[in-house]
């Protein structure tokens, strides 16, 4: 494997085609895949965001090459996934309508067991520009498993009774459903710029410990401004992203810099209120 572009802890970026990149990491040794593939959807017209008009053009990895070139790279990405998924391994993938059916299709060629699809409902979704046709509210994304008979993690009980605050739709102590009502990017998550497609990270938070347990491997193939990376880090996952642009690896460094920082800070205030309760303990004590 060539060396990472940024490694700490268990954070580990790599540089380069995703395609490449997952040939060369060991067979069945993932336990879960979050891939947020290009949408191939950046065209030369305009889309209304935050009530400015905006370029529909994310980037050239964006840009549409075609159905039948862009179901082949849906193809090649989803069959290198496999290859290094654990068997009781599973991989998410999140898209919108141009690109969501040829990866749920993709999948399902590859052998994969599809085990849900959810709908991220964003109830702060843009306005459509044209008003010729529905607002775009939502995004889908697909959970499957590597084998139709693998023993796939599913933290149930936590997100039956888990605090999902952010969402309206989730009821207390109910079931969690495949209706999620989550924000779009919260102002802190732009602290350091934003990535053209950047997920928010209660929506990366509520899939990582949804689907992993504490340790795991996630690989996020596409990671952009590493969202996955960081509630991956945050609820201690392991974590290798790819990205073939390093302007979105150096976005994802100060990211996670940012909450590296702020778990020492949590972790010395916790260190010192234990030290503070020993030294209290210790002075009855001796008094
Ligand atoms: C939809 S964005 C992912 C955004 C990410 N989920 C986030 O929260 O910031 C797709 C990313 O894939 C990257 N990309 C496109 N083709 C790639 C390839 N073949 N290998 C690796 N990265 C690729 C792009 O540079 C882009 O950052």
Redesign the pocket.
């Known amino acids: 494997m060539k060396s990472p572009y940024y490694h700490k802890k268990n954070f580990t970026l790599y540089h380069?085609?995703?395609?490449d990149l997952l040939h060369k990491i060991e067979e069945n040794s993932v336990d879960m895949i979050f891939a947020?593939?290009?949408?191939f959807l950046s065209s030369g017209t305009f889309t209304c965001q935050n009530g400015k008009m905006v370029s529909v053009k994310k980037?050239d990895?964006d840009l549409s090459n075609g159905l039948k070139k862009n179901f082949e790279f849906h193809q090649e990405?989803i069959n290198a996934c496999k290859r290094v998924l654990k068997p009781n391994g599973t991989i998410w993938i999140s898209g919108t309508y141009h690109s969501i059916y040829q990866c749920g299709f993709a999948l399902e060629i590859a052998g994969f067991h599809i085990l849900n699809d959810i709908a991220w409902f964003k109830p702060n979704a843009s306005p459509n520009l044209s008003c010729r046709f529905f607002t775009a509210s939502h995004e889908t994304l697909i959970w499957a498993r590597k084998n139709k008979n693998a023993k796939h993690t599913f933290n149930y009980d936590l997100m039956k009774d888990g605090d999902w605050e952010e969402d309206q739709l989730k009821k207390k102590g109910l079931q969690m459903r495949s209706v999620w009502s989550i924000n779009t990017l919260k102002p802190s998550e732009k602290n350091w710029g934003k990535?053209p497609?950047?997920?928010s990270f209660d929506l990366l938070r509520r899939i990582v410990l949804a689907s992993t347990n504490i340790n795991d491997l996630i690989i996020?193939?596409?990671?952009?401004?590493?969202?996955?990376g960081l509630a991956a880090y945050r609820y201690g996952r392991r974590f290798i992203g790819?990205?073939?642009?390093t302007i979105?690896l150096d976005l994802s460094i100060k990211r996670f810099r940012e909450l590296d920082k702020q778990l020492q800070q949590i972790k010395s205030i916790a260190n010192d209120a234990l030290l503070h309760r020993h030294t209290h303990k210790d002075n009855l004590i001796h008094a």
């Open positions: 380069g085609n995703c395609i947020d593939p290009p949408y980037g990895w990405w990535h497609t950047q997920k996020d193939p596409f990671t952009g401004s590493s969202t996955t790819i990205d073939i642009e979105y």
